[in-house]
């Protein structure tokens, strides 16, 4: 399979270029050049697989055989051997329309690890055989760095920088990523937001000479093989439900830079019968005004108890939009230049009611979000993290009678305490969280200034 830029201006590329690149050069994302489809049967037969099973014979449609069977097998065993469970992602049952699929097993206890995981085993394997130097360059809100210092720590032939918004990071997550003493892992602290952060990697990106000269690789979810691994639970949640052939499943995914719920759209591209895909956003819901009124415009950024999910421009909707306009590249570039010019786009008649059809949303109010903590610890004795809670209270709003749902935790509560502690709920930490307390941080905090940040990542990388 070869992979194309959602703008058309990139030669056709293999697997590990597409990797590799991460930000396609003519400034779009990458996507396969044709989705394989898999039949009923065959679905049918996935049913008994374990989830590492699962992950291997989904990747094999995509990796054309670039990565020998044995080498993708290792990698992907060496992925999960480190998650708390053995299922990786189990499916927990609340009640009879409800399913919470945990995705946050994996070393820091959010949906992140399972695709940088195996991210961290992919990039050392590239490494090795290409004799690449991989940089990793990123930023955070919070867990995307966390995760990917995990994937990466101790790895040869890789060093990577996290830019972090000083101080707006939960205390978990920050004590996640300063804590390691690697020497191959880098902490900036940037005066500023997240949005400020992200901003200067897309400018250093974008900057083609200083991403060749210093071999920067992303590893944000514009990188397609994170949204490839994510679609891996997808399947496995719908085929642990038993008879869900001849159910109504509805996925509720709590939702911010559009990569989850995209991996679910391209699960269902690949014939996975899913009902509705139902977008959890919270008060940051450009995304929920985007499905009922058709306009995708980046409004003001309101900070919530899902911090997660305070994002405003949602990077992965350009790949949906691709395919709402039926895979027209130049169609999908003049709707990205009108979004950069006039800060918005507009979606109306069949292509809106495609949109509708495709997914259901819903923002949800800081309060709402508190109240769903509160009740579903009270009735269920099960204690959802913020974000979580957004994709239940999503849940309860969209799921039809007779229908069962399968809501994903992204995240521990342990992680967002902050949060968790307004519901007037004291929780237990997990021993490994716990003992981050005591651990020295390793972090510099600096100006939210292009040129400094320049010279940090230089001196680190060279
Ligand atoms: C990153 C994150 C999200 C949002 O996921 P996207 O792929 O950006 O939509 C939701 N919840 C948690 C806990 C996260 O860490």
């Not at 044995?70 to 060496?78: I, R």
Request: with cysteine.
């Amino acid at each position: 399979m070869e992979y194309i830029s959602t703008r058309g201006n990139v030669k056709a590329k293999g697997f590990i270029d597409t990797v590799l690149m991460g930000l396609a050069d003519d400034g779009g994302l990458m996507v396969p050049f044709q989705i394989p489809v898999i039949s009923p049967e065959k679905l049918a037969e996935w049913r008994s697989l374990s989830f590492q099973e699962l992950f291997l014979e989904i990747f094999s449609y995509y990796t054309n055989d670039e990565i020998p069977y044995d080498a993708l097998k290792e990698m992907v065993y060496t992925s999960y051997s480190n998650f708390r469970a053995p299922e990786v992602t189990p499916l927990h049952k609340v009640n009879n329309s409800l399913y919470v699929l945990e995705l946050f097993h994996g070393p820091t206890f959010a949906f992140k690890d399972v695709a940088l995981q195996f991210m961290g085993e992919l990039y050392s394997y590239i490494a090795k055989v290409r004799g690449e130097i991989i940089h990793i360059l990123g930023a955070t809100s919070g867990d995307t760095g966390a995760a990917a210092i995990q994937g990466v720590r101790g790895k040869e032939g890789i060093k990577i920088c996290i830019l972090h918004p000083h101080g707006k990071v939960s205390k978990v997550q920050e004590l996640q990523m300063t804590t390691v003493d690697d020497s191959n892992v880098l902490n900036l602290s940037v005066e500023g937001n997240f949005d400020d952060c992200q901003k200067v990697i897309k400018e250093l990106f974008a900057d083609l000479d200083f991403k060749g000269k210093y071999h920067l690789r992303a590893i944000n979810s514009i990188n397609f093989v994170r949204i490839l691994a994510q679609t891996v639970y997808y399947f496995y949640a719908y085929l642990q439900i038993e008879g869900s052939d001849e159910k109504k499943i509805n996925i509720s995914v709590p939702s911010g830079n559009f990569g989850n719920i995209f991996s679910g759209y391209l699960a269902k591209k690949m014939g996975l019968p899913v009902n509705k895909l139902i977008i959890a956003t919270n008060e940051n819901n450009i995304l929920e005004r985007f499905v009922n009124t058709g306009e995708y415009k980046p409004g003001s950024f309101t900070s919530t108890y899902s911090p997660s999910m305070d994002i405003q421009v949602a990077s992965n909707f350009e790949r949906y939009l691709y395919y709402l306009v039926g895979e027209d590249a130049e169609k999908l570039s003049a709707y990205m230049s009108k979004l950069q010019t006039e800060g918005k786009i507009t979606i109306a008649g069949e292509a809106l009611q495609q949109v509708q059809a495709d997914f259901a949303a819903l923002g949800v109010k800081n309060q709402q979000c508190l109240d769903t903590i509160g009740k579903y610890n009270e009735e269920y004795d099960y204690l959802l993290d913020p974000h979580t809670a957004c994709g239940i209270a999503a849940y309860e709003q969209f799921n039809g009678a007779g229908e069962t749902a399968i809501t994903f935790a992204t995240a521990h509560p342990a992680k967002f305490d902050e949060s968790i502690a307004l519901v007037g709920i004291k929780q237990e930490f997990p021993e490994q969280i716990a003992a981050l307390f005591s651990l020295p941080q390793h972090q510099t905090v600096v100006e939210h200034d292009k040129d400094v940040i320049v010279r940090e990542l230089q001196a680190f990388y060279e």
